[in-house]
Every structure is written in C-alpha cells, then in structure tokens.
C-alpha cells in the first residue's frame, strides 16, 4: 500500500509541476475476494493484478489488471473515466464465479495525496465451453450498470482492454467501454445478442495501406534529409 501511495504521489508531481494545492486527481484499484463467491482460485487479492483458476494450457490463467486515471482539477463529482481493466481469458480450471473491484479517488498537490472516494462493484463472470466459433466461446466480465448489466467480451487466448465510466457514491458503474481492437460489450449475458459497443478489428488490407503509407512519409523524410560535410 505505502509503494502505491508513493506513485501515486509521483504522478501528481509530474501532473501538477507549479504545486498548486489539489490542482491534480487520480484513482487507484484493487480487486479483492468477494464473500458472494465462494471457492475458486485467485492469485494477488488486495492489488491490482491479479490471476484466476488455474491455468490448462501454457497461456497461462484468466488475469485481471486495473489501471487508474489521472486528470486536471478536483475528483469529478460526476460519472467520469474511473480508470480500466485488462482481462486475459485462459483456459482454467477452478475459476472463481466472480471477485470485486474496489476503486479509490484522490485529490493531490506535489507531494502528497488525499483520499476524497472510495467504492466498489462486482464483478461476475460467463464462462463458456470452447468451441469453433471465438464469439460463441468468448468469455466475459460482468457489472450491473444503471442501464442494466453489462458484460465485457474477450476471446479466448487473448487480452481486451475496457474503460470503466462511473461516479463515486459507493461506486455506480454508468457504462463499460471497449477499448482495444476486437473488444465487445453486450447488454446481458448473450455475445450474439444486444451489442452495445465494439472496436472492429482493422482489415489487412488497411494495415497494409497503413503500414505503406507510414514507410513512404519516412522516406519523404530522409530523402528531404541534407548531411552538411565540413568543408
């Protein structure tokens, strides 16, 4: 706790230069056993990354990571970006049915930190047979939203990143947005039904243009190059 206190410390110093009294914000997560789950295996309760049953491929098991914000000014009062959790989905045996995620808001000067929030909300989780069709074997982490639960898909053998929208009063959860490419939010427990969100994984044929295009600008650039030789 005293290391997290620290960085947090280091990254309100870095945000918040001139040392202006509460000029900075920034949150921090941990997820923790929940009594509603009983059974189950997980590795680093009490921090922000922890792992889940027990791993039945060389992948590794199902992993869990929370990254706080930061921002300029006071804790909003307001739903905001409370920060995001990466979620690797292994193959596992003896998977907890859910665990909770604690979330604490500061407000900071240079050197020093001051919590003005802290909640939590759980987090259940669909586990589904594995099959050949990814979407269908995806699995998912589910929090109830005020619109309702929300689950956030990944599927398997890879690690999808999602934004947690909330405000502080307890923790209300407003929306659970997909960050990275492939990543899927339902409204519900069906991934094939009610998508509320997901970031389309790019063609190759765009990457390739991409990947062209960015090759071609850096030689325009090393071509507009001149090497002066003294003379």
């Given at each position: 706790?005293?290391?997290?206190?620290?960085?947090?410390?280091?990254?309100?110093?870095?945000?918040?230069?001139?040392?202006?009294?509460?000029?900075?914000?920034?949150?921090?997560?941990?997820?923790?056993?929940?009594?509603a789950?009983?059974?189950?295996?997980?590795e680093?309760?009490?921090?922000?990354?922890?792992?889940?049953?027990?791993?039945?491929?060389?992948e590794?098991?199902?992993?869990?990571?929370?990254?706080?914000?930061?921002?300029?000014?006071?804790?909003?009062?307001?739903?905001?970006?409370?920060?995001?959790?990466?979620?690797?989905?292994?193959?596992?045996a003896?998977?907890?049915?859910?665990?909770?995620?604690?979330?604490?808001?500061?407000?900071?000067?240079?050197?020093?930190?001051?919590?003005?929030?802290?909640?939590?909300?759980?987090?259940?989780?669909?586990?589904?047979?594995?099959?050949?069709?990814?979407?269908a074997?995806?699995?998912?982490?589910?929090?109830?939203?005020?619109?309702?639960?929300?689950?956030?898909?990944?599927?398997?053998?890879?690690?999808?990143?999602?934004?947690?929208?909330?405000?502080?009063?307890?923790?209300?959860?407003?929306?659970?947005?997909?960050?990275?490419?492939?990543?899927?939010v339902?409204?519900?427990?069906?991934?094939?039904?009610?998508?509320?969100?997901?970031?389309?994984?790019?063609?190759?044929?765009?990457?390739w243009?991409?990947?062209?295009?960015?090759?071609?600008?850096?030689?325009?650039?090393?071509?507009?190059?001149?090497?002066?030789?003294?003379?």
């Open positions: 706790m005293r290391s997290s206190i620290i960085r947090i410390a280091l990254v309100c110093a870095a945000l918040n230069p001139l040392g202006m009294a509460h000029a900075v914000y920034t949150t921090q997560g941990v997820f923790e056993r929940d009594p789950f009983l059974g189950g295996v997980v680093g309760a009490g921090t922000s990354s922890v792992t889940t049953g027990v791993a039945l491929t060389p590794g098991p199902n992993a869990l990571e929370f990254t706080g914000t930061a921002g300029l000014g006071t804790l909003p009062t307001s739903a905001f970006n409370a920060g995001s959790v990466s979620f690797f989905n292994g193959a596992v003896q998977a907890p049915l859910g665990i909770r995620l604690s979330i604490s808001g500061f407000d900071c000067g240079t050197l020093s930190c001051t919590e003005q929030q802290t909640g939590s909300t759980q987090i259940s989780f669909v586990i589904t047979p594995n099959t050949d069709d990814p979407i074997s995806a699995d998912s982490m589910c929090i109830d939203t005020i619109g309702g639960e929300q689950c956030a898909w990944v599927e398997e053998f890879t690690s999808q990143t999602f934004s947690i929208i909330a405000s502080f009063g307890s923790l209300i959860v407003q929306d659970i947005i997909p960050e990275t490419a492939g990543a899927f339902t409204l519900g427990r069906d991934p094939t039904a009610n998508v509320l969100r997901a970031v389309p994984v790019p063609e190759p044929a765009v990457e243009l991409f990947l062209v295009g960015a090759l071609w600008l850096r030689f325009r650039g090393c071509r507009g190059r001149r090497v002066v030789v003294p003379g």
